[in-house]
């Protein structure tokens, strides 16, 4: 492994590299840098949560003198979370160095981007359709640009941004550095690489399997009606500190959320019909701790970095093994291990396989938690919560009266016991009904069905997508001072963990967001409305629901 000063980086890259708390480079950043710095176009394929970012930031950053007032870098991700994501990283990446950078995005007050580029950043990190879209105003120009970077290009085609892409990369000049990065990467990539890269290098990272190595992967079957009483045992079971669920549809993470926040579970919903303000809201929630379950669609699957994630749940399996890849990515992150769980009904199984083929790793099947082992665990939460608050010696003595009181009259196992389940807040006799989905079918893959060698089929499925709209109805603003892997880190252990693990008792009691959000449907993410003519891509579509 190589340390940063090896890459002979400029001192005050380094010292944020320091700061940031990396000591030695990861292995697509041992490869990726040098390269990059010497100016080539790459290719960067690499497991998930293995330090992509930094391995395209630090060598575009190091390009850029400071006194610059054009835009000389844009990175372009899929999503506006991601966006916001990678502008937080180069940020922090660029502190010491003092350059500006912007995150430009749909859903967000296009006035206030217009203030921002006043300010004449160096690095703008965007979504496609928004940079379109100031691009067109002539408030944004790319004359300048020297390092393009495509995050999550992969999906970026898939989501029927080629055109935009296009549109975007033949107006930066030729002579420029452009760089892909993503841990899958489909054949669609090898077309838009020959076309506007030179020459690229590749740079690879991948073992065996192509999911990240620490997370633990299992499936349970249970029948689509079975689901939500099998998640909530799950849950309860487990007890995560921060858990993921992916739900397959808008509707579907709406329902859910709403049904874990009924069960007294601290979770809230993340799709692209939410405002802007709603979406930034809800992750920064799930990034401060204030809940612990996120349930999205796949709006969340790429990127994602939020430190403390120790269980994914696939609620609904993905629709192709790409999506399983990056949505259980969002655990086991830089070095740290993780749990991921599927559930998987009947008519699915055929779709797991193909799946467990595909990432060439063996999903353990295990059984649908008990109810037992659901209480079993509820209970060992509120005994660890209790326990915190004797050691860290809570302010009690207003209590301690009737306690003693208490004791008196009645028999002390008889009194915690109660105590306990008082505060477990046993919600189970709460009915929650799901909207049924239909099964994933599996996807017919021609060919050789591998994505680490880049050779995946033509998915057979046409069109049919729902999202409608561009991401209009400039809504919302964020603020800036929300934090990714900020304060909290290392303070999730399992004392800590109780004190955010909210919802089993009062206390944590903001989950108002289910309500408010529906009825909003056509305001969908940066998605497009529709699949793109097949002209310009090698699929015409990836998924049969684009509802997400
Ligand atoms: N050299 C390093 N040492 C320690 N931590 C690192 C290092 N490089 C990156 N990280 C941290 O690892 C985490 C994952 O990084 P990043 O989000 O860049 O992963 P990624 O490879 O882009 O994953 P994905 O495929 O999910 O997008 C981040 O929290 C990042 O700060
Ligand atoms: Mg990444």
Same mark, same amino acid.
Do not use: C
């Given at each position: ?146 390092? $393009? ?68 992967? &299992? ?114 992150? &830089? ?27 063996? $999903? ?10 659901? $209480? ?6 509120? &005994? ?165």
């Amino acid at each position: 492994m190589k340390t940063f000063a090896e890459f002979g980086l400029e001192p005050k890259v380094l010292q944020a590299i320091t700061e940031l708390g990396f000591e030695e480079a990861t292995p697509i950043q041992e490869q990726a840098i040098p390269l990059a710095l010497t100016g080539a176009d790459l290719i960067g394929q690499a497991q998930t949560g293995t330090g992509k970012t930094a391995a395209f930031g630090i060598p575009l950053i190091s390009k850029i003198a400071r006194e610059e007032e054009k835009i000389l870098a844009l990175v372009m991700t899929p999503t506006r979370e991601l966006a916001i994501q990678v502008a937080e990283e180069i940020g922090k990446l660029t502190r010491f160095k003092g350059l500006r950078s912007l995150a430009i995005y749909g859903g967000q007050d296009i006035g206030r981007q217009i203030r921002g580029l006043k300010k004449k950043p160096q690095i703008i990190i965007g979504t496609p359709g928004r940079l379109l879209d100031h691009i067109n105003r002539k408030t944004i120009r790319l004359d300048d640009v020297q390092t $393009i970077v495509l995050d999550e290009a992969d999906e970026m085609l898939d989501m029927g941004f080629m055109e935009d892409i296009q549109t975007i990369l033949k107006l930066v000049p030729e002579e420029r550095q452009t760089m892909l990065f993503s841990a899958t990467m489909p054949p669609n990539i090898q077309r838009l690489a020959q076309q506007f890269l030179k020459n690229p290098q590749h740079v690879s990272v991948i073992p065996k399997q192509i999911s990240a190595p620490l997370i633990d992967q &299992a499936y349970i079957e249970v029948p689509e009606r079975q689901k939500f009483e099998a998640l909530s045992r799950l849950i309860d079971m487990e007890s995560p500190d921060l858990a993921i669920v992916f739900g397959r549809t808008k509707r579907r993470v709406d329902e859910l959320a709403e049904g874990l926040q009924k069960r007294g579970y601290s979770a809230d919903g993340l799709h692209g019909d939410l405002s802007q303000n709603q979406r930034d809201a809800v992750m920064r929630k799930f990034r401060d701790g204030s809940i612990d379950v996120l349930v999205a669609t796949d709006v969340a699957a790429r990127g994602l970095d939020v430190s403390g994630v120790t269980h994914v749940i696939n609620f609904d399996l993905p629709q192709d093994p790409e999506s399983y890849v990056h949505r259980i990515g969002r655990t086991g992150r &830089a070095g740290k291990e993780g749990t991921a769980w599927s559930f998987v009904t009947p008519r699915e199984m055929d779709h797991l396989h193909l799946i467990e083929r595909v990432t060439r790793h063996r $999903i353990t099947r295990k059984p649908l938690p008990t109810m037992a082992e659901a $209480i079993e665990g509820k209970q060992r939460i509120t &005994a660890e919560r209790l326990l915190a608050m004797v050691e860290e010696g809570g302010e009690l003595n207003e209590y301690k009266g009737i306690a003693i009181q208490l004791l008196e009259q009645y028999d002390s196992v008889q009194l915690l016991s109660a105590a306990m389940k008082l505060l477990t807040g046993d919600n189970k006799d709460t009915q929650v009904e799901l909207t049924p989905e239909d099964p994933i079918r599996a996807k017919r893959r021609g060919g050789k069905n591998d994505i680490r060698s880049g050779r995946k089929p033509n998915g057979g499925y046409g069109g049919n997508r729902t999202g409608s709209g561009t991401g209009g109805g400039y809504k919302g603003n964020r603020d800036s001072g929300s934090s990714y892997g900020g304060g909290y880190k290392g303070n999730r252990d399992s004392s800590s963990g109780s004190t955010t693990r909210g919802g089993y008792s009062s206390g944590y009691g903001s989950n108002s967001s289910s309500g408010g959000y529906k009825g909003n449907r056509d305001n969908s993410a940066d998605r497009k409305p529709s699949a793109r003519p097949s002209s310009t891509s090698t699929r015409p579509a990836k998924r049969e629901d684009y509802d997400i």
